[in-house]
């Protein structure tokens, strides 16, 4: 990655991340948009899958040191989803915006699969529902927001002509 | 595959293995080991995107209760305009109260039914008539002075003109009797138009600015001793033998909503102890408010006595302390219709401690 590119790979992933901590709040739905998510999955497809894994793993554990009970699922999960979306780089990301979509709502959900199976948070029942209803939501919402943010940041993530 | 890109495989396979390794091994670490390290990462790099959060969730909180506070903050003010009247309504009873209690007896309470209407803009329509003893030419007083006098009676109601109405005439004297002559309204342009003149007064008779002009009882109609008015100056005018003062009326035109009908043999029987003239004029506003405060105390006790929660012994022991109540002179003819324990608008005069 050329030094150009890696900042504005940069600035996209601080904006991102701060939009995870101030609009994520203001919005306060139950099915919110995981910026740390789109921020990982953005950054992913421009490294090698190696780092793409140790940026989700640093994510995931200062995410998840607000959460001590859970603290590391976060990071395997980042780490998981990291990894596979660099991995995947060449299939998704085409110019289509359903493949995007696509993107985006695959490693939502397989990140709340990892980090609530890893978690061991509540019973059957609750994961069932938590990963059957809620998180299939929050995808969808995480997805929708990934598109716009994708849309708006276009001129920031845009690789410079070799 | 070319080796370098293999290479490069390898590479990232390990460094994955690696970060799974290390997330695995956060989840299993020890309380005293994960604690520490959550803390460090929550006050260095996390802290500032915390703060963040507070403040969002805070804007999102103040956002979501905005309505509920304007809501609050409507009602707050609605009561405190509601309380401005209620303080007016009970101050202004508690001198009706007074003046009923200064009076005695031979008078009739009433309340000003409607406001002034198109073309009757200085007659008031009042609660009481000819059923309460009220007779056409009553005089018609407040606690701060003479409103008018009643026109016709019906048997439930009766029309009274204002001070204000062209037709209204009251005999007047300054209050040293130095000075005589006839109050009317003054007919001039708003809002001199609610001011009061008083004609024919003697070019000898020289009145200050200030000076309290009473009714001097001469007619028949109004008995000698009710404030009308302050003067304000001397009027100029054509009449060369006499002099005609501009008054400032006792009673405002806002102020009457509650007023007391003089009957007849109350006012042959004259007030001038009611209202003490002079430098006095405003104590004996204030000693009638305070008299209207004393009734109200009075009733209150009587009430509390009442009270079906009292036991019979702790009656008969606040019977043993307390007064006994005024009783009703037999030349009484009337009760106020509407005193401060039955009005809402005013405090519950248990809330005055004697």
């Given amino acids: ?162 | 595959m070319p080796p370098a890109a293999r290479a490069f495989s390898r590479r990232d396979t390990v460094l994955f293995v690696s970060c799974i390794v290390v997330a695995f091994a956060a989840i299993q670490l020890p309380e005293r080991v994960r604690d520490p390290f959550a803390s460090t990462l929550r006050r260095s790099v996390l802290a500032p995107l915390v703060a963040l959060q507070s403040n969002a969730e805070q804007s999102r909180r103040s956002w979501l209760t905005r309505e509920q506070r304007e809501a609050q903050r409507d009602s707050i003010a609605l009561r405190a305009m509601a309380l401005d009247a209620t303080l007016a309504d009970n101050n202004r009873l508690r001198k009706i109260l007074g003046l009923g209690e200064s009076l005695k007896w031979g008078f009739v309470p009433a309340e000003v039914l409607q406001g002034r209407g198109v073309g009757e803009e200085y007659t008031v329509t009042l609660s009481a008539g000819s059923r309460a003893g009220i007779v056409p030419f009553s005089p018609v007083v407040a606690p701060e002075g003479l409103v008018g006098m009643v026109k016709s009676v019906d048997p439930t109601m009766s029309i009274a003109i204002a001070w204000a109405h062209p037709d209204f005439r009251v005999s007047a004297m300054s209050v040293d009797s130095g000075a005589f002559g006839i109050v009317g309204a003054h007919l001039g342009n708003e809002p001199e138009r609610y001011l009061l003149e008083m004609r024919g007064v003697t070019m000898r008779s020289n009145l200050k600015p200030g000076a309290l002009i009473v009714s001097s009882g001469l007619g028949g109609t109004f008995p000698r001793g009710i404030p009308v008015g302050t003067v304000i100056a001397e009027m100029k005018t054509s009449e060369l033998w006499a002099r005609t003062y501009l008054l400032r009326p006792a009673v405002a035109p806002s102020d009457v909503s509650d007023v007391m009908v003089l009957l007849p043999a109350r006012a042959k029987a004259g007030v001038q102890q009611i209202w003490k003239s002079g430098p006095y004029a405003d104590s004996a506003v204030k000693a009638i408010a305070a008299a209207g405060d004393s009734l109200s105390r009075l009733q209150a006790r009587k009430d509390s006595l009442a009270a079906p929660r009292d036991t019979s012994v702790r009656r008969d022991s606040v019977r043993a302390v307390t007064p006994p109540l005024v009783a009703p002179s037999p030349q009484h003819e009337a009760k106020p219709a509407r005193t401060p324990s039955t009005t809402p608008a005013v405090p519950a005069p248990t809330t005055t401690t004697p």
């Fill in chain 1, 1 to 162: 990655m050329r030094p150009t590119d890696f900042f504005r790979t940069l600035i996209a992933f601080i904006i991102l991340v701060l939009l995870h901590y101030t609009l994520r709040p203001l919005l306060g739905w139950r099915a919110a948009p995981d910026f740390l998510v789109i921020a990982t999955l953005l950054v992913a497809i421009r490294v090698r899958p190696g780092v793409a894994a140790l940026i989700g793993l640093c994510v995931g554990l200062v995410a998840d040191s607000v959460d001590v009970h859970v603290f590391g699922a976060g990071a395997l999960a980042m780490c998981a989803i990291g990894f596979t979306a660099s991995w995947l780089k060449a299939v998704f990301f085409a110019d289509d915006v359903l493949l995007n979509a696509l993107f985006f709502f695959l490693g939502k959900w397989a990140f709340d699969v990892i980090f609530v199976l890893a978690g061991h948070r509540g019973d059957v029942g609750q994961v069932a529902i938590q990963l059957f209803v809620w998180s299939p939501l929050t995808a969808a919402v995480t997805a929708l927001f990934g598109l716009v943010t994708l849309l708006i940041l276009r001129p920031v993530l845009r690789a410079s002509p070799s």
